[in-house]
């Protein structure tokens, strides 16, 4: 019952921005799209989420298209640490305490 | 800054016998959780707890999970009697409030290995 859709794996150049995008063409209107990330098996990092307005932070942006079926996340600036597999995740906020894991984006960052 | 805090990092124990793992949540965190992760596979969520009470838990939380907050610090996910299939990583996570905000801190975990 996967919400989301994202590549497997993609590499990035260090330096570079990188985008990475998820589809979840099913969502509704009171889901929000949160994105974290899994370094080498250690817990899962928060980096971001929103609802239908872009987001920024100091680790990343999230576009979402105004239809709210996809999005991607933007890491402006990728470092060799940034290397880590980056779940995208479909989560209500009125009666969901989980997070859903799918595989998620492998990321390598490579010098 | 504020991290969760997991014990032991890992831990090997005989098929059958009960284990306890330990997490130390964020201090002014009123949400906590536990998810595992089999080597290879995805996180998966087991069990949501708040005010003393788990709140949503999973198909694979059956009987022989249990979870309790025995003091005002510590927070444990004990298994009964522990099969082979329970070897994975488990995380414990704690946020400040639970469907409000989204963000969950996440300890790094322990690997519990059964043989």
Known sequence: DAKTTQPPSMDCAEGRAANLPCNHSTISGNEYVYWYRQIHSQGPQYIIHGLKNNETNEMASLIITEDRKSSTLILPHATLRDTAVYYCIVRSRSNDYKLSFGAGTTVTVRA | ?115
Not at chain 2, 94 to 106: D, K, M, R, V
């Open chain 2, 1 to 115: 800054e504020p991290e969760v805090t997991q014990t032991p990092s890992h831990q090997v124990t005989q098929m059958g016998q009960e284990v306890i793992l330990r997490c130390v949540p964020i201090s002014n965190h009123l949400y906590f959780y536990w998810y595992r992760q089999i080597l290879g596979q995805k996180v998966e969520f087991l069990v949501s707890f708040y005010n003393n009470e788990i709140s949503e838990k999973s198909e694979i939380f059956d009987d022989q999970f249990s979870v309790e907050r025995p003091d005002g610090s510590n927070f444990t996910l004990k298994i009964r009697s522990t099969k082979l299939e329970d070897s994975a990583m488990y995380f414990c996570a704690s946020s400040e409030s639970g469907i409000l905000n989204p963000e969950a801190f996440f300890g790094q975990g322990t690997r519990l290995t059964v043989v």
